[in-house]
């Protein structure tokens, strides 16, 4: 048991750390390149030239206009990727420890308030740097905003401004203070998820025609539909518990008849419709990043249910309706 909890601490402590060092560095070295890159034009019609009008997939093409930034924008997505094994590995072995798992891992850190933790974890890189980054980057390539990239940037503010704003405040928590080791451990790879789709879609030269293509419609159908099931499920959560509560109970009703997690099921078919929308391997990798952490969560959250109440509905599944 202690050699577990040991074992524990230093390989979350390893991950973190390295996390953070490789985050620092690129980091730093990606607001250097943004901030000083020369102006280069690059003509809004390159997307026409792609087939179908598709934009490129892997790498917007103003971006190529500079060396340094078109290597640092791969080198993040191969940190995403990682962060995504990393997440799916540990995740995999055991639940972060927050809330009904809190008790099972230790962690390191000072105790933070929660809800700070959480506003500042989201609300910093989801609203604040995004917003920045997306703004910095079509002023230093030198484009004209597009007005697809301007609709997907309210997509990802619509979100994130809830996320970092409103939930944290809302939430009726159980415990009020979490690890500073957790608060880091959203708010270092949502940094880096954040600098990327900044850069993604305020690079992308999308066409006005990008609105009416089967990426952009079922991607921004999808980020709707996810949005409400989301919001829905966390509010039928917060209802669950009065002002000041602690206990658990089952929660009824609506998808929650069908999965235990219906929350973390929004989640991930929002951000499976952000990538479709944006047709960028930045959202794609946040969307991987995301499921790496939710769907062993939600797996962790079913069988906490299944132990702790004898009469939990038996045809509930963890995440997918009829399915698992
Ligand atoms: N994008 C990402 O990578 C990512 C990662 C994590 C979370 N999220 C999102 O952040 C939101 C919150 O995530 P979470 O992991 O905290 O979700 P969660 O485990 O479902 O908990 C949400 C809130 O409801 C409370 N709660 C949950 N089940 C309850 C029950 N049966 N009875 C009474 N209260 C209950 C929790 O209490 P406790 O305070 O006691 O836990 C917590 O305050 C979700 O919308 C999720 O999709 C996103």
Redesign the pocket.
């Known amino acids: 048991m202690i050699s577990t909890m040991i074992s524990t601490t230093i390989s979350t402590t390893i991950s973190t750390t390295i996390s953070t060092t490789i985050f620092t560095t690129v980091f730093m070295t990606v607001s250097t390149s943004v901030f000083t890159t020369s102006s280069t034009i690059v003509p809004t019609s390159t997307l026409d030239a792609a087939p179908g009008g598709a934009p490129p997939w892997l790498i917007p093409p103003p971006l190529l206009a500079d060396d340094q930034l078109a290597r640092l924008y791969l080198a993040l997505l191969a940190i995403g990727a990682a962060l995504a094994v990393i997440s799916l590995a540990s995740q995999m072995r055991a639940p ?1 420890p ?3 798992h ?1 008790s099972r891992e230790p962690a390191w850190g000072p105790q933070v308030p ?1 809800r700070l933790a ?1 506003a500042l974890a989201n609300g910093l890189p989801g609203v604040g740097l995004f917003l920045w980054l997306y703004i910095a980057t079509y002023q230093s390539l030198g484009l004209t905003p597009t007005v697809v990239g301007g609709a997907l940037l309210l997509l990802w503010l619509a979100h994130f401004v809830h ?1 970092g704003l409103v ?1 944290p405040l809302v ?5 009020r203070a979490l690890p500073l080791e957790l608060g880091l451990s ?1 708010l270092v ?2 940094t880096i998820f954040a600098t990327l789709n900044a850069l993604a879609i305020a690079a992308m030269p999308y066409p006005d025609a990008w609105f009416s293509s089967p990426y952009f419609l079922i991607g921004a159908l999808l980020f709707a539909v996810g949005f409400v099931l ?2 829905h ?2 509010r039928a ?2 209802q ?2 009065p002002p000041g ?7 009824r009703g609506g998808l929650f008849e069908w999965v235990s ?1 219906p ?2 099921l ?3 078919i929002m ?1 499976i419709g952000w990538s479709l929308a944006t047709w960028t391997a930045a959202g794609a990798v946040w969307t991987l ?2 499921a790496a ?2 769907v062993p ?1 939600a797996r962790d ?1 079913h069988l906490w ?1 299944q132990e702790r109440f004898s009469d939990y509905p038996a045809r509930r599944r963890a995440l997918i309706p009829f399915t698992w």
């Not at 509560?245 to 929660?251: E, H, L, N, S, V």
């Open positions: 972060t927050y809330g009904r809190a929660r959480h996320r939930h939430t009726r928590y159980g415990a959203a790879p949502l989301n919001r499920a966390d959560l917060r669950l518990r509560g602690r206990d658990y109970a089952i929660p997690s929350n973390y929004g989640e991930l951000w990043y995301v952490t939710l969560r959250h249910y």
